[in-house]
C-alpha cells in the first residue's frame, strides 16, 4: 500500500498514547519515511480506517504504528493513533516475511 500524505497529525492525545510506550515522533515520523509495510486493521475500524505500519527505526528497533489518514487544511495527513516496539515473536514473523 502506497502512503502519500503532506504531513503528520499530532495532537496533546496522539503523542502521549505514543510516548507511553517509550516511542518518540522521530522514531514514528522517520519510520514513515522510509517505506514501512503497512495493512489494513479492520478489527479496530469502527469510525475510520485505521491501518498498521511495521518497519525498523533509524536505530535498527522494530516497531508498530496504528495509524488513520485524516482530511485536515486540504492536506491528506498521517495521524498516529499508538505505537510500540514490537515485541520478539513479532519481529521474527515480520523478519521472515517478504
Known amino acids: 500500500m502506497e502512503m502519500v500524505a503532506a504531513a503528520f497529525d499530532w495532537d496533546a492525545g496522539n503523542r502521549a498514547k505514543c510516548a507511553k510506550h517509550g516511542v518518540s515522533i522521530k522514531e514514528i515520523e522517520a519510520l514513515f519515511r522510509s517505506a514501512p509495510r503497512v495493512a489494513p486493521d479492520p478489527a479496530h475500524s469502527t469510525r475510520e480506517d485505521r491501518l498498521l505500519a511495521i518497519g525498523r527505526t533509524d536505530e535498527g528497533r522494530a516497531l508498530f504504528v496504528a495509524f488513520t489518514l485524516r482530511e485536515k487544511d486540504g492536506q491528506r495527513r498521517i495521524r498516529p493513533?499508538?505505537?510500540?516496539?514490537m515485541h520478539k515473536k513479532e519481529i521474527e514473523a515480520y523478519e521472515k516475511s517478504p
Open 81 to 85: 493513533i499508538s505505537a510500540r516496539y
